[in-house]
């Protein structure tokens, strides 16, 4: 594996996945860092692993040929700013934060004109398996020869890479990412603040009610600042989540006026624009990114296959003790408004976006059982009748639909505000909720996001 020597800056859960990675996969000198007081003990801690622990960035900077930051977004100027002087004449430097308008200016300020741009980004997080997954790359100022050497050392993840520019890469983040955990982390804070767990209530019975508990959880069980990175530093996120907002707020007036007829009139509108289906039309065809109509194989699957991830469902029954999951009780699965998913799909429709032109360049996982769930919703016109028949007439829902609609406007107003401080709060908060079942949680979901993912 040549004389190429790899650096990595942060020494976080990414920073040790991609460290450990390339060591495993034969290159002879990785050296890494992380915060100079962090020193020591990283240092003890991975004595004898192979990895050549230093003591700060300009120590990394100075001798790697390629250098990847794996700090948080919001330091990235600042890291940057402190090495980038130290760093090696002619090598290649990357940045692994998720939003990347903050890392694209820290670089082009920071670093010297005789070195090279190629940032990267990982579309999952650190416990997923990195096979088969989207890693994007940025050849932002680079000859092909130098995104060739990258291609090579990443080769390892065994991921697909996606080739974007700096600039396409936050548009479409802005999309997978920050929209998509506005919605999760609005059911979190919304079951939190009626004091419910949603896998102890009745409403809550299994189906894609499972996917949207497991979820939350796994985004609650993560670091705050990786969300708030993403969705406060991004330009582009502040559009997409006010949307959501927007047509929450938007569909919860209709239902509580119990407009049914205008309801369903505006929920069919954005079914046909953002999957292209017809009044009656119950296909697999979605409109592709040229605008034609292709087959494609529904990510979801069945309400039975969901339920053998409820974690209620898991504690009642001694199936899963057994492994023998299939047999679990079906629960017939009663109409729910479903009110976080008719917002998304007529938050895509209001803005014109085309999530199967997501799922292709860079989808994460949750992000395509995200679609999963929309797709599977949406997919049967007697299905999507009865959420909105729920939504305007079962007043069982409303005061859920109530919490989930102030708490989507108060994670817009944080993101719009771009204060981490609030953002933090709020999610603390609501982790602090849930805290006692992330183990159990993390297992189910992984779990679930292997099965259905892999079907
Ligand atoms: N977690 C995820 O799912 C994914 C994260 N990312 C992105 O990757 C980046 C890293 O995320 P992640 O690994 O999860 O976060 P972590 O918090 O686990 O890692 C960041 C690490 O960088 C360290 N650090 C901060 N400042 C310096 C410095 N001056 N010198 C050296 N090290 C420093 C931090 O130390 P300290 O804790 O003391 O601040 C921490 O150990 C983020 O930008 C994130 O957005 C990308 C894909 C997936
Ligand atoms: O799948 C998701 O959206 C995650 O939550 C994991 C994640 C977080 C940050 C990233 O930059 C990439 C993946």
């Not at 991975?46 to 790697?64: I, P, Y």
């Not at 194989?297 to 339920?307: E, G, R, T, V, Y």
Request: glycine fraction near 6%.
């Amino acid at each position: 594996m040549d004389t190429v020597e790899i650096g990595i800056i942060g020494m976080g859960d990414m920073g040790r996945l991609y460290a450990t990675k390339m060591r495993d996969a034969g290159w002879k000198k990785v050296n890494v860092c992380d915060r100079p007081e962090n020193y020591d003990k990283l240092h003890k801690e991975l004595e004898g692993s192979g990895l050549n622990v230093l003591r700060d960035g300009h120590l990394v900077s100075r001798r790697s040929d390629f250098i990847i930051y794996s700090v948080e977004a919001a330091f990235i100027d600042k890291v940057v700013e402190q090495y980038g002087s130290s760093t090696k004449i002619g090598s290649i430097v990357a940045g692994q934060t998720s939003v990347k308008a903050p890392e694209k200016a820290a670089f082009e300020k920071h670093l010297p004109q005789d070195t090279y741009i190629i940032s990267c980004h990982s579309m999952h997080g650190p416990k997923v398996d990195p096979t088969g997954q989207p890693l994007i790359l940025i050849q932002h100022r680079a000859p092909d020869e130098k995104l060739r050497l990258v291609e090579r050392i990443m080769a390892c993840f065994k991921s697909n890479f996606v080739y974007l520019t700096y600039e396409e890469h936050d548009t479409v983040t802005a999309n997978t990412q920050a929209v998509t955990h506005a919605a999760f982390l609005s059911m979190g804070t919304a079951w939190s603040c009626s004091n419910q767990y949603p896998w102890e209530s009745e409403r809550y019975p299994g189906g894609i009610e499972t996917v949207k508990i497991n979820i939350c959880l796994r985004i609650y069980s993560a670091k705050w600042h990786v969300y708030a990175g993403l969705a406060l530093l991004n330009p582009a996120a502040k559009t997409q989540v006010r949307q959501f907002a927007q047509s929450c707020t938007d569909l919860f007036k209709l239902m509580v006026a119990e407009r049914e007829e205008e309801l369903m009139e505006r929920v069919f509108a954005a079914r046909k624009k953002v999957f292209g289906w017809e009044k009656e039309e119950e296909s697999n065809s979605i409109i592709s990114r040229t605008g034609t109509k292709v087959e494609r194989k529904p990510i979801l699957m069945s309400d039975k296959l969901l339920d053998r991830f409820h974690m209620a469902a898991r504690k009642a029954t001694s199936h899963s003790e057994t492994g023998d999951l299939s047999t679990a009780a079906p629960s017939p699965i009663p109409p729910n408004s479903h009110l976080s998913l008719l917002a998304i799909v007529d938050c895509w429709s209001s803005l014109g976006i085309n999530p199967y032109d997501h799922l292709d360049l860079a989808a994460t996982p949750i992000f395509r059982m995200w679609i999963g769930v929309c797709e599977y919703l949406f997919r049967s016109p007697e299905r999507l009748r009865g959420a909105c028949h729920a939504a305007a007439k079962d007043h069982s829902f409303r005061a859920d639909d109530t919490e989930f609609v102030i708490a989507s406007r108060g994670w817009a107003q944080t993101v719009q505000f771009g204060n981490f401080d609030s953002y933090e709060r709020r999610f603390e908060e609501t982790r602090g909720f849930f805290e006692h079942r992330f183990q159990e949680a993390g297992a189910v979901g992984a779990e679930m996001l292997k099965v259905v993912l892999a079907s």
